[in-house]
């Protein structure tokens, strides 16, 4: 039941470099989350967006939504060595009562 | 301190053998969900629960059971039927079906 792919798989930046991953859906969304996992942990939430915002910030994090494209950013500004986790999108569609659909994540390494 | 609790932290499984992993949350919510990760792969949902005694198939349930006695409590039951159980398990709780999801710190299962 994949709704959110996100792009791409992998990303190794060196530290201080802004750092951007993208989500892209396939149905009208509810609204779209950002997750954080570090290695050999559980997520971590960041982010919620809903149908009707374009951005959102938090700190170093900024969300965006294109509902006519059908995809979402997520932008890591000033990016340290402590950003390097994985980072997974989820949607929300339908009427309420379906759940919330995880992509397949994006790999962030952040070199010193 | 509110949060969601998974133990134990590794699960060594026989051959044969059931297993069961636990998941507990105090955050009153009222969603609960299991998640399997397999190295370097994003969540796949076993199963979920909206409200007590009630609880739906994820995409991959067979294999699996679980309960919903009480609010707080989600175990997970890895029975013999599940051939391949090798993989991190990631509990999470919800206030609704498609709000953040709480995630806890994860189950590593490992066969012997």
């Known amino acids: 039941s994949q709704q959110g792919e996100e792009d791409p798989q992998a990303l190794s930046i060196q530290e201080g470099e802004n750092a951007t991953m993208n989500c892209s859906y396939k149905t009208s969304i509810n609204n779209l989350q950002w997750y954080r996992q570090n290695s050999g942990r559980g997520l971590v939430h960041l982010i919620l967006?809903?149908?009707?915002?374009r951005e959102k910030h938090s700190g170093r994090l900024r969300v965006t939504l294109d509902t006519s494209k059908k995809s979402s950013s997520l932008l890591i500004t000033a990016s340290r060595a402590a950003d390097t986790a994985s980072y997974f999108c989820a949607t929300a569609t339908g009427q309420g009562a379906q759940k919330l659909v995880f992509g397949q994540g994006t790999r962030l390494t952040i070199n010193p | 301190d509110g949060g969601i609790t998974q133990s134990p932290k590794y699960l060594f499984r026989k051959e044969g053998q059931n297993v069961t992993l636990s998941c507990e949350q105090n955050l009153n919510h009222d969603a609960m969900y299991w998640y399997r990760q397999d190295p370097g792969q994003g969540l796949r949902l076993i199963y979920y629960s909206q409200i007590v005694n009630d609880f739906q198939k994820g995409d991959i349930a067979e294999g699996y059971s679980v309960s919903r006695e009480k609010k707080e409590s989600f175990p997970l039951t890895v029975t013999s039927a599940q051939k391949n159980p090798t993989a991190f398990y990631l509990c999470a709780s919800s206030i609704g079906l498609q709000e953040t999801q709480y995630f806890g710190p994860g189950t590593r299962l490992l066969v012997l």
């Open positions: 967006i809903r149908s009707n915002e």
